[in-house]
């Protein structure tokens, strides 16, 4: 890399290397030709991945790198402009890992002056980074090892003397190297999914704190118009009925409506619809839990929920730190339905225990799941957990598991290298009740009700990801917000969501490719349309203000199109092909319970809308890599060198 960016483009044109190995950081500098290709967030991290990082590197060595990148936008001075990706090949999937976090941290490292950090290498002892704008140090963390994060976090900004130090930290899960570990931010913001903790802990690296002074508008080619949109966007948030619901209910709010669809997992996967349901529907989960809203930097649509419970106060069985934020839906599905039990506070608990040590609430939820499916079968027993009689609807068995997974405990040493690895340790059927794809436990959506997610947990470079393009209900009427918000995008009619066609993987393909822009940019999931309030031509026009840059949509498109090519190809140089984009079996099998008792995914239909979404993307059927001409394409044909088309 050469001559920087700079101000002007919407970038800081610095990356901030760390060596810790040798124990030395430097800078390298984007230049804008560079930039324009893989501007931030997913783009760029894939891009120094795949230049920088070796075939076949141990994903827990010292030679894997772990990348820091913000997004074009993150910082600016709009709702939902506040999220970083964290990348490193995956030590949950040995493919291509990353995870996106909003919180503060992202917008802290802009006001820095910093793109992204790239670290390499592996401390001797433990250590945190500590960068103050264009400075960073290597310190000493033996004394935070082992440590909470909210005792961490205090301590390190008693050390460097600023109470307002952001502080993106791993727990217990991420140094006893739990494959599915997070990153935290704030303590109740984070990068969850692929296991990026797992690989701070296994560089010694507790924490990496940041304090800027700068300001976003000293990088921006034209400030005034992303102000004035994002005045126009602070209203609008009121206004959209479903940035509305975000900041009313949360993401609690999706339990009732999924259950009732048949479509909320309950029991491993089982079935759709959960007889405790009333338990864990945001009713209960106000009148219970809920002690305020909080938000993400500079965001007014405050999606995340406060919680806490005391067990001197009446009604009350579990302590629930306020620390840590509230379960989302996520964990309410994860830890309560599919672990079948209703317990709401138990569910908390959980969430809680996930945060304080920085476990990924999907992945963990999961791994519970599958053992208490494996224990009920008798393929592990009260020698395997400990004692614990770990069934189905324990919400005690369940929580004495988590925190045996954190600690490498018992049955939890096995869990902590998630379903995958624990099924062929276990043998027998375990495999069949190991949900999961490449190694990633599948989030807590139901193909079996929406096919398009399918799709996303079959091809998603990172194993099963739910976010990795617009869900099948929000495109399936034509008269909704959410349809009406993508028309823009080129979605030209409705389709139901259990439809399977060429017609689905058309828009799949489409909308994936918004997505992975969002995650390039840094857009929050809860900003953009067609999912909430930021309509397309908005995000076109900040973009623009931005960058200076004469950008049209379909550039945009290509933006989001050509890291998601980036991430295929990475999986491709490190074996991965067809063979590895296979879901559950159990998705072949007919739903338990629910609105939709008896629907399967039908296996054939599935394959040939795979094999069709192949081809729109262009990408060989049998293989999975992209073509010489669609890299050719998007201005990226030195990956079809690297994977050998």
């Known amino acids: 890399m050469s001559s920087s960016v700079g101000a002007g483009y919407g970038s800081t044109g610095k990356i901030l290397r760390v060596d810790l190995t040798e124990s030395k950081t430097w800078v390298e500098e984007i230049d804008e030709e560079t930039y324009r290709l893989y501007p931030g967030g997913r783009a760029l991290a894939t891009y120094l991945l795949l230049r920088h990082l070796p075939p076949g590197i141990d994903p827990l060595g010292p030679g894997n790198m772990l990348i820091l990148a913000n997004g074009l936008l993150t910082g600016a001075p709009f709702s939902t402009a506040t999220r970083f990706s964290a990348a490193a090949r995956s ?14 941290w992202g917008p802290e490292l802009k006001m820095a002056g910093w793109e992204a950090i790239v670290i390499t290498g592996r401390a001797e002892q433990p250590v945190y980074l500590w960068v103050k704008d264009d400075k960073a140090e290597i310190r000493p963390a033996g004394h935070l090892w082992k440590r909470d994060p909210e005792e961490a976090q205090a301590t390190i900004r008693a050390e460097v003397e600023d109470k307002l130090v952001r502080v993106l930290q791993i727990g217990l899960g991420g140094e006893n190297l739990v494959r599915f570990a997070a990153l935290t931010n704030e303590l109740r913001h984070f990068n969850g999914r692929s296991g990026m903790g797992a690989v701070m802990g296994s560089k010694n690296l507790k924490a990496v704190a940041v304090r800027g002074s700068g300001k976003w508008v000293q990088f921006a080619h034209d400030p005034q118009p992303v102000a004035e949109i994002g005045r126009k966007l602070a209203k609008r948030v009121k206004e959209h009925p479903q940035s509305w619901d975000l900041q009313h209910k949360g993401t609690p709010g999706l339990t009732a409506g999924l259950n009732a669809a048949g479509i909320l997992p309950t029991h491993n996967f089982h079935g759709g619809a959960f007889d405790q349901v009333e338990n864990l529907r ?16 500079a965001c007014a649509v405050r999606c995340k929920r406060e919680v806490r419970l005391d067990k001197d106060i009446a009604g009350a069985r579990y302590d629930v730190s306020d620390n840590y934020g509230g379960p989302e839906y996520e964990a309410i599905a994860g830890f309560g339905s599919n672990c079948g039990i209703g317990d709401l506070q138990a569910v908390a608990k959980a969430n809680e225990l996930c945060g304080r040590y920085t476990l990924d609430t999907i992945s963990c939820s999961s791994v519970v799941a599958f053992a208490m499916e494996c224990f009920e079968h008798g393929l592990i027993g009260p020698q395997d957990t400990g004692g614990l009689e770990l069934r189905f609807g324990d919400p005690v068995a369940m929580l004495k598991t988590v925190e045996m997974i954190a600690r490498r405990e018992h049955i939890g040493d096995l869990l902590a290298e998630g379903v995958k690895r624990a099924a062929e340790a276990i043998g027998g059927d375990a495999h069949y009740f190991a949900m999961h794809v490449k190694g990633q436990e599948l989030a807590m959506h139901d193909p079996r009700g929406k096919v398009g997610v399918g799709l996303s947990y079959a091809v998603s470079e990172t194993g099963a990801e739910h976010l990795t393009a617009y869900h099948d209900t929000m495109l399936a009427n034509a008269e909704s917000v959410s349809y009406k918000g993508a028309v823009p995008l080129g979605v030209t009619r409705a389709l139901p969501a259990r439809e399977i066609s060429r017609a689905k993987a058309e828009v799949y393909a489409l909308t994936e490719n918004w997505s992975s822009f969002e995650k390039v940019v840094g857009l929050c999931y809860f900003g953009p349309a067609p ?14 203000a931005a960058t200076g840059w004469d950008v049209s949509l379909p550039d945009l498109l290509r933006i989001g199109e ?3 090519n980036m991430a295929r190809a990475f999986n491709i140089r490190e074996g991965f092909s067809r063979k590895d984009d296979v879901l559950p079996e159990r998705l072949y099998q007919p739903l338990e319970s629910g609105a939709l008792t008896g629907v399967a995914l039908p296996r054939e239909a599935f394959e040939q809308m795979l094999t069709d979404l192949y081809e729109i993307k262009g990408w060989d059927p049998a293989t999975t890599a992209p073509s010489r001409a669609r890299l050719r394409e998007l201005g990226i044909e030195w990956v079809a060198d690297v994977i050998g088309q």
């Open 562 to 564: 050509r890291a998601t």
């Open 282 to 297: 945001w009713e209960a989960y106000e009148k219970e839990l809920l002690t305020a809203r909080r938000s993400c930097y």
């Open 531 to 544: 999912r909430s309030f930021i309509q397309v031509e908005d995000v076109l026009s900040i973009v623009r």
């Open 91 to 104: 030590p949950l999937t040995s493919t291509y890992g990353e995870s996106e976090a909003g919180g503060f």
